[in-house]
């Protein structure tokens, strides 16, 4: 099994940064693919961003150019930096992680965008 356990989040005001973080831990490690969907008060959970293990990336058209994910396959960690945040960023962010088998989800961090 794996767990996910994020860090990071909090309130930001419009146009600021903000980074979180995902430290993976368990026995099917290092994760295939590892990303971050995030859940609007009364919306459905969406994607945002993943990175495979060679780097290769993805991004959902609303951040691209806005926000960069990365990763440490050392030390099994992914982070969202965020900048110029906007109030529609304003979610529940969960990290998730996928195993050839698996996919794994994080608890949530919460990330306010507001004035």
């Known amino acids: 099994q794996v767990q996910l356990v994020e860090s990071g989040g909090g309130l930001v005001q419009p146009g600021g940064s903000l980074r979180v973080s995902c430290e993976a831990s368990?026995?099917?490690?290092?994760?295939?693919?590892m990303g971050w969907y995030r859940q609007a008060p009364g919306k459905q959970r969406e994607f945002v961003a993943f990175i495979d293990n060679d780097g290769g990336t993805a991004y959902q058209d609303s951040v691209k150019g806005r926000f960069t994910i990365s990763r440490d396959n050392a030390k099994n960690t992914v982070s969202l930096q965020m900048n110029r945040l906007e109030p529609e960023d304003t979610a529940v962010y969960y990290c998730?992680?996928?195993?050839?088998?698996?996919?794994?989800w994080g608890q949530g961090t919460q990330v306010t965008v507001s004035s």
């Open positions: 368990g026995s099917r490690l290092p994760l295939n693919m």
């Open positions: 998730w992680g996928r195993s050839a088998t698996s996919n794994y």
